[in-house]
């Protein structure tokens, strides 16, 4: 998903915005699929989106790659190497539960013609409740607040993005049945430039799926 990859490249940015690569010298490039011209696929070697591009002339590409190597570049893979595996290990798990989901916010976005009240019941609201208290008590044994022992990290910068826009149309639900998540929303708000970073609107995330 270019979309959702592409905003957690973005925060890594507002979250470390004085570091070894400024945003004048690297551009993260994306674009949705229908949008993306066949004269501008041969300037990059897999002629796929979405790539990073540093001083002009090398390219990374692959989203899971570059998220890795802005977190390295940044100091936000961990502190060890066993923290930066499970960094990965949370990020597949969350990932899972995104894809779980997905059918559910397609059809809530109106992209789909599916039923969204039932995707909710039967989809939704039992991937939360068995995935969020494996969230929580990730929280809870990382003593520190966040996904590593160490602090804040690039682990946490998905389920930063994902809750913050679920927040806007399941606020009660998730204060309701999953308080602890909605305490790490605030905590990660408070972080240095974090709290300037905006998820995406309800309303622009449908205006954005719906051109896909």
């Given at each position: 998903?270019?979309?959702?990859?592409?905003?957690?490249?973005?925060?890594?940015?507002?979250?470390?915005?004085?570091?070894?690569?400024s945003r004048s010298r690297t551009t993260a490039?994306?674009?949705?699929?229908?949008?993306?011209?066949?004269?501008?696929?041969?300037?990059?070697?897999?002629?796929?989106?979405?790539?990073?591009?540093?001083?002009?002339?090398?390219?990374?590409?692959?989203?899971?790659?570059?998220?890795?190597?802005?977190?390295?570049?940044?100091?936000?893979?961990?502190?060890?190497?066993?923290?930066?595996?499970?960094?990965?290990?949370?990020?597949?798990?969350?990932?899972?539960?995104?894809?779980?989901?997905?059918?559910?916010?397609?059809?809530?976005?109106?992209?789909?013609?599916?039923?969204?009240?039932?995707?909710?019941?039967?989809?939704?609201?039992?991937?939360?409740?068995?995935?969020?208290?494996?969230?929580?008590?990730v929280l809870q044994q990382s003593g520190s607040?966040?996904?590593?022992?160490?602090?804040?990290?690039?682990?946490?910068?998905?389920?930063?993005?994902?809750?913050?826009?679920?927040?806007q149309f399941e606020h009660d639900f998730l204060?309701?049945?999953?308080?602890?998540?909605?305490?790490?929303?605030?905590?990660?708000?408070?972080?240095?430039?974090?709290?300037?970073?905006?998820?995406?609107?309800?309303?622009?995330?449908?205006?954005?799926?719906?051109?896909?």
């Amino acid at each position: 998903n270019v979309i959702s990859t592409g905003r957690m490249r973005r925060t890594h940015f507002a979250c470390c915005s004085t570091t070894r690569i400024s945003r004048s010298r690297t551009t993260a490039t994306s674009c949705l699929p229908k949008d993306w011209p066949e004269s501008e696929k041969s300037k990059y070697f897999y002629r796929e989106l979405p790539v990073l591009e540093i001083d002009g002339k090398e390219q990374l590409a692959q989203s899971r790659t570059i998220l890795r190597y802005l977190a390295e570049q940044f100091n936000l893979a961990g502190k060890s190497d066993w923290e930066r595996v499970k960094a990965s290990e949370f990020l597949d798990f969350f990932s899972e539960i995104e894809t779980k989901i997905y059918p559910f916010l397609c059809a809530k976005l109106g992209v789909t013609q599916e039923d969204a009240g039932k995707l909710r019941e039967q989809v939704f609201v039992p991937t939360m409740r068995q995935a969020m208290p494996i969230f929580a008590r990730v929280l809870q044994q990382s003593g520190s607040g966040f996904v590593l022992a160490s602090g804040p990290s690039y682990a946490d910068f998905q389920p930063f993005l994902g809750l913050s826009y679920l927040s806007q149309f399941e606020h009660d639900f998730l204060a309701n049945e999953f308080p602890e998540s909605v305490e790490y929303l605030e905590r990660m708000r408070t972080l240095s430039k974090i709290e300037e970073y905006k998820a995406p609107s309800f309303e622009a995330e449908c205006a954005m799926m719906k051109k896909q």
